[in-house]
Every structure is written in C-alpha cells, then in structure tokens.
C-alpha cells in the first residue's frame, strides 16, 4: 500500500521523510521510500533482526535497528521525532469525535468545514493549557512565550480546566 501512495507523488517533487508505524517495516516499503531518496521514520518491530544488506532500504532499516538498541525506543522516537506521529493521531482523533463525516457537499465547503473543526480543536487546547504563575508575578503560558505581569501577591492559575484531558501526562 506505501509503495502505491509514494506512486501518487510526482517523481520530480522531492520527499524529506515518511514517517509511519511498525507494521510498514517491510522491505518493500523500505525499498520504495529509498528508492524516493527520502528519510523512513520507521521503528523496527521490537525483536527486530538485522537484514541483509543488499538494498538501500535493507541498510537504512539496519541503521534504526541499531540506533534502537542503542539508545532505547523513547529516546529514539524523540530524536528521530517519531513522537509528532502519535500527536497528529491524537487529534484527528479528536476530529473524529466532532463529527464522523463532512457534512458540506462541494470542495470548498469541505475545506471551510475542516477549518472550523480545527479553530473548535484549537479553543479547546488553549482551555486545557494553564498559565502559571511564579512568585514574581509573571504568568506564562508555555506553548505561546507570551509573558503578562500580574501583581506579585496574586500567585495563581489563570484559566480554569473545562474540558478534561483526554489522556492525562
């Protein structure tokens, strides 16, 4: 199935990496995304065996079976920033919980549709997001950089969590 999608790509545009899960660690899939120039973020399987060598894919594979025994799964998947993948899972799941379906029947629609859902997903994060407060009296939020003053006796959360998380960290 990988191969046929990386076919949907006009060979003259370039591709930086594909990221996928485990059960894409195969050789052909291997293969296509080498035989693309492009980067596979791939994990091995956990009794992941070194290949033979005798393909680009096969080396490229060995390479993140290598750097997976070396440097355990988590640090792998932060450095090789596998864990973006989980986090695009995690909303569009979200997305799925606002509506299975499209309701708008022309493109365009769709696309205002979708920007909808995503402002709606945004409002939610920024609920959830709290600002601290440190002694000083600066108040941070971590995710904008934005600082606001506030008086130095006050030292509390600004926004109350409405919406629960749906995993907790």
Same mark, same amino acid.
């Given at each position: 199935m990988l191969p046929d999608l990386l076919n949907q790509i006009p060979p003259d545009q370039d591709i930086g990496s594909v990221t996928a899960d485990g059960a894409y660690d195969t050789c052909k899939c291997r293969d /296509?995304? /080498?035989?693309?120039?492009?980067?596979?973020?791939? #994990? #091995?399987?956990?009794? /992941?065996?070194?290949?033979?060598p005798d393909t680009p894919g096969a080396r490229a594979r060995n390479e993140a079976v290598r750097s997976t025994k070396y440097l355990r799964r988590a640090l792998w998947r932060h450095l090789t920033?596998?864990?973006?993948?989980?986090?695009?899972?995690?909303?569009?799941?979200? &997305?799925?919980?606002?509506?299975?379906?499209?309701?708008?029947?022309d493109f365009d629609r769709h696309v205002a549709e979708i920007q909808i859902l995503a402002a709606?997903?945004?409002?939610?994060?920024?609920? &959830?997001?709290?600002?601290? &407060?440190? #002694?000083s009296g600066v108040r941070r939020r971590p995710t904008?950089?934005?600082?606001?003053?506030?008086? #130095?006796?006050?030292?509390?959360?600004?926004r109350p969590m409405l919406v629960k998380p749906a995993h907790p960290r």
């Open positions: /296509a995304i /080498a035989a693309r120039n492009a980067h596979a973020v791939i #994990p #091995p399987r956990k009794n /992941a065996t070194l290949w033979k920033g596998y864990h973006r993948r989980s986090r695009v899972e995690t909303k569009m799941h979200c &997305v799925k919980l606002l509506g299975q379906s499209l309701s708008a029947r709606i997903l945004n409002g939610f994060t920024t609920l &959830v997001i709290p600002e601290t &407060v440190n #002694p904008s950089g934005r600082f606001v003053q506030q008086s #130095p006796s006050r030292v509390e959360t600004t």
